[in-house]
């Protein structure tokens, strides 16, 4: 099983908890980077840049951000050499950022999916693998190109 980073803020804590325990019902080994209990004045980039940080160190295979709408640690994770956070709130999208992207982060939106769906999403992410195909390694390629060197 996978070694996984969560946080969450305010918006996304309550998802975040069920996320975890739902990580490891199924096995995995659950880093939780906070927020570790409900703070209303808290900031999302403290705990996506965290979570991030774990990635992108390899202390984390794999990273979950929950906030209110998922954007915001969505921008703040992909500030971070060696994340690749993509905000998806469908199975399609989690699997496939995984399969094509090389995507090592999920970040999701409490005030937008429930937790039906969250865990699906959530299995569809964890379950997916980098396809290693020329076409995608190409592309990945010129991503970390680009995150190395700062340009196209």
């Given at each position: 099983m996978a070694k996984i980073a969560i946080g969450a803020d305010h918006a996304?804590?309550?998802?975040?908890?069920e996320i975890g325990r739902l990580l490891e019902s199924g096995g995995h080994q659950v880093t939780d980077h906070g927020a570790?209990?409900?703070?209303?004045l808290d900031d999302y980039p403290d705990f996506a840049l965290a979570v991030a940080r774990a990635v992108a160190d390899g202390e984390a295979e794999r990273g979950i951000i929950v906030c209110g709408s998922g954007v915001g640690a969505s921008v703040a994770a992909n500030k971070v050499r060696g994340a690749r956070a993509g905000l998806c709130h469908d199975t399609y999208s989690a699997h496939q950022g995984v399969e094509h992207d090389a995507m090592n982060m999920l970040c999701l939106g409490a005030r937008i999916v429930g937790i039906a769906l969250a865990g699906e999403i959530v299995q569809s992410f964890i379950s997916a693998a980098f396809s290693g195909e020329e076409r995608?390694?190409?592309?990945l390629a010129k991503v970390l190109h680009a995150e190395r060197d700062g340009s196209e």
């Open positions: 996304g804590f309550d998802l975040k908890q570790h209990e409900y703070d209303a995608h390694q190409r592309r």
